[in-house]
């Protein structure tokens, strides 16, 4: 059983930066896959990005590669995701989500989400 909390989000202006976290409890946070996730109001939740367990392998969707870059640090059980260059159209609410190794992209568990705003 994993439970994910988000922090990091706000308002910024369009161009600017903002870093979440995704901070993880349970055991053996290195056994999952860790993906961010982002909805908008009216539309269908999307898939931002994910990185392996280990933290080598990354995978971004077109719309932030480039501008998004997805790290964890498995001492501390987080997962961040640095968003830089930031659009009014990533305004979304930001959520992580968590799948065990055994079951790739299989994301079982999920955190409440943040709310990103991006000013034009």
């Known amino acids: 059983q994993v439970q994910l909390v988000e922090s990091g989000g706000g308002l910024v202006q369009a161009g600017g930066s903002l870093r979440l976290s995704c901070a993880a409890s349970?055991?053996?946070?290195?056994?999952?896959?860790m993906a961010w996730f982002r909805q908008a109001p009216g539309k269908e939740r999307e898939f931002v990005g994910e990185i392996s367990g280990s933290g080598i392998l990354k995978y971004y969707a077109d719309s932030v590669k480039g501008r998004f870059t997805i790290s964890r640090d498995n001492a501390k059980n987080t997962v961040y995701l640095q968003m830089n260059s930031l659009k009014p159209e990533d305004t979304a609410v930001y959520a992580c989500?968590?799948?065990?190794?055994?079951?790739?992209?299989?994301?079982?568990?999920w955190g409440q989400g943040t709310q990103v705003t991006v000013s034009s």
């Open positions: 349970g055991r053996a946070f290195s056994s999952y896959t």
């Open positions: 989500a968590a799948a065990y190794y055994t079951s790739p992209r299989k994301y079982d568990y």
